[in-house]
């Protein structure tokens, strides 16, 4: 018998690609993760302890750098915050960084009392333009925020350089690049700075959590001193036999610390990383094959300097070939029960930026443009191969009929 071809797409009434919703992002999570947590639990320490020293250490192995620059926090919106204090950002400051983000990157630069200052895009990785910067640095500039977007690295040497002719602090959103290199060596470890984010649709996930690696340990130390008030001794020592009641704020600190049942999961997640980062970049691959000869898709570049660890599959579609319009196309693979999303909406087009900054979207309009046309795809360890041809055909179908 002869199968019948579904090309009706289901939100004019056709048949969906697939019966069950597949969500736009699951963590990978096991009974590893569950049976640590529980022991955590067991053990009666479940704020800041041995398991945020343990995962600090395995990290910094992981990543090839000293185990007491690494600090781990709630977040990576406290790690940035903690960057920013120690790299001296105050009122009246300028911090560069890329509108292509998630909110709180510039976010933490107002709470500074600084202003943000978004530098477009690269058109093909959408990361940070290098070759933009220079014209946006002013007598009140004092650092750059790299955003190495979707794992693909930035071109760090292009902005190291430049920093280093302007006397400016670099620091690196590595929220999505834990794992990335850049020329064979990692995001986060190339600057002052780098944060990472542990958030639950990261690809080493803790729920929630964050790191900053710090350029010496003596700044790594302030910064512990720092995530938990500024008080001299951090809870851990205080509760053991060889601590002391005693404490003192040497500083006016955060509340920034991370819990041990969230660094017990992290722990567990390191240890998968390799087969997290591999099935990744299988996905990727077949996402990449599929749409290699489709005329209306691109695919998101991985440049030679980088060894990309696909936290997003980004796809880039023209829409001046098809009758449909990006947010009518998403809505559509939903309807085929495909769930996406859409990375980011640049700052320059938010309402705070614009009142409070003056930002137009006419600012950054390679970011605005861009932003129009990309969708991003399901992408997690735990999907099948079916799940990722669920999604191929899906998109192809919907191609197919609204070519115009
Ligand atoms: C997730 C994300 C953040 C925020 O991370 P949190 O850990 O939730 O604070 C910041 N920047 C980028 C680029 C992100 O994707």
Redesign the pocket.
């Known amino acids: 018998m002869k199968t019948k071809t579904n090309t009706k797409p289901a939100i004019t009434g056709g048949t969906p690609v697939r019966q069950e919703f597949l969500p736009y992002c699951k963590p990978f999570i096991g009974k590893e993760e569950i049976s640590a947590v529980s022991k955590v639990i067991k053990s009666g320490w479940l704020t800041t302890g041995p398991k945020n020293k343990e995962f600090e250490e395995e990290a910094a192995k992981y990543l090839g750098i000293n185990p007491k620059c690494a600090v781990l926090v709630n ?4 790690a ?1 915050h903690l960057a920013l204090v120690c790299s001296g950002i105050k009122q009246g400051d300028e911090v560069i960084t890329s509108p292509y ?2 909110a ?2 510039a976010n933490v630069i107002v709470h500074c009392g600084a202003r943000p200052v978004f530098v477009d895009v690269e058109k093909d990785t959408l990361n940070i333009n290098p070759e933009l910067i220079e014209e946006k640095i002013t007598d009140k500039t004092r650092a750059i925020i790299a ?1 190495h ?1 979707a794992g693909h690295s930035c071109d760090m040497d292009a902005i190291t350089k430049i920093a280093r002719k302007h006397d400016l602090i670099v620091i690196e ?1 590595a ?2 690049a834990f794992g990335t290199k850049y020329k064979g060596l990692q995001c986060g470890t190339l600057s002052q700075f780098g944060c990472y ?3 639950a ?2 690809n080493l996930t803790m729920g ?3 790191m900053i690696i710090c350029p010496t340990p003596d700044v790594a130390e302030r910064v512990r001193m720092l995530k938990l008030h500024g008080i001299s001794k951090d809870a851990y020592k205080r509760y053991e036999q060889s601590g002391s009641w005693y404490y003192e704020v040497e500083e006016c600190g955060f509340k920034y610390n991370l819990p041990d049942i969230q660094a017990t999961i992290g722990l567990e997640q390191l240890k998968k990383y390799p087969l997290i980062l591999q099935k990744r970049k299988e996905i990727a691959k077949l996402y990449k094959d599929a749409f290699f000869d489709v005329q209306e898709i691109t695919c998101m570049p991985e440049k030679n300097y980088c060894s990309h660890i696909w936290h997003l599959f980004t796809i880039r579609l023209d829409f001046s070939k098809l009758n449909i319009n990006r947010d009518a196309f998403i809505e559509a693979l939903n309807k085929e029960k495909i769930g996406t999303s859409v ?2 909406i640049p700052l320059t087009l938010h309402r705070f930026y614009q009142q409070e900054f003056k930002y137009t979207s006419k600012d950054c309009p390679v970011a605005a443009e861009e932003y129009s046309k990309l969708i991003s795809l399901p992408l997690y360890p735990s999907m099948k191969k079916k799940d990722v041809r669920d999604v191929i055909n899906a998109v192809k179908k919907l191609i197919n009929h609204y070519r115009r």
């Open positions: 977040s990576y919106t406290s940035l983000t998630f709180s990157t955003v977007f959103d929220a999505h984010s542990f958030y649709t990261k929630e959590g964050g990375h980011f």
